[in-house]
């Protein structure tokens, strides 16, 4: 029997991020500020992806009773995210005033600040990881927590961002599509790959379940790596939340080395794989397959050139993704807009 599309409640997860950001004391001195800058960072919007497929897939290999198991890495991958994004927009590195749709931390708060609330969400992760684990639960938050620190260290997503930067600094740099979906496969890659697999070691799940979740998480990384820097691209603020920098700080991106099509048909193949990774486990993943078509809370094919947003005719339509998670803003012309699929290449469905 089918049984319907289940999602862990997203409205839990901003609980349970809120109680680990709560300080009860009274703080008379520069903590007070650090605490204000963790706090905005965090939760001041964000679609809450990677704690989702956390749950999701704690809840694929174990049943509804696992999914809460998961949260430490929920919280834990979500704080690491956002260390990444306030550290990302700083002037060193993107120099990005904006981050979903807010002045971003270091703008808010000055770059001091900002650099030491990344740091300390950063430390508060493995403090959360390791957190009131119940004696039978300790092996797998230690491997939970293995996996967490090897994808968010110099072998993921920090090696990966160190990468990027090297690139942007060398213009003459010969950089072939096999290298950069290696950079993406680390610098974004890790982390949601990350939480795939930490939420089904957590979860209760066996080998050939964690290695399927682990496949789905590689490829949904790719599908949202490229789908990002097409946003980039063709994307706008009210959008995405952000301002594009990609083409400013000289980084090399999906579209500029494959061009728009190849990189939307790239991104298409990615979901279509990261799909084909959950066929063992039926309908119970249809919130991953879900997330998978529309990997930036927007799907691959709906990242078209703007003179096809602009109203010019649809190649074709399909069904959006099922509502599962909020957007952080939400573009009216875009929500509305028709699932435009270019018809050189459809994602399967
Ligand atoms: C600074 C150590 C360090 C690492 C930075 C991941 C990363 C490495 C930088 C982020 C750069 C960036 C904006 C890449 C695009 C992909 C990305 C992470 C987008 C933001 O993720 P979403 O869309 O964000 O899941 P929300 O706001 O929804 O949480």
Redesign the pocket.
Known sequence: MNRPAWHFSLQRTEDELERALQFDGVLNDGRAQLWEAMRYAVLG??????AQLATECAYVVGGENAAPRALPAACAI?FI????????D?PA??NADL??GLPSTHRKFGDALAILA?DALLTLAFEILCKDAAPEEMATRLRATQIIAQAAGEAG??G??AI?IDWSHKPDARIDGEMLLAMHSM??GA?LRASCEAGAVLGGGDQNSIKALRDYGIHLGRA??IT??LLDVNGNVQD???QASDESNNKITAPAIFGLEKSRALACEAADAAIASLAAFGSSAQTLKDLAQAP??MPPPMILPKVLRSGATPYSCCAPPSETRKP?ITSSKISSAPCLVHSARRCSR
């Open positions: 919007g964000g679609k809450r992806m990677r979500e995210h956002a260390y990444s994004l306030i550290h990302d700083l590195m993107d981050r979903r990344g997503m920090v990966g961002q990027d610098k974004t982390l949202f790596q990002d820097d995405t939340g952000k930036t809370g952080v």
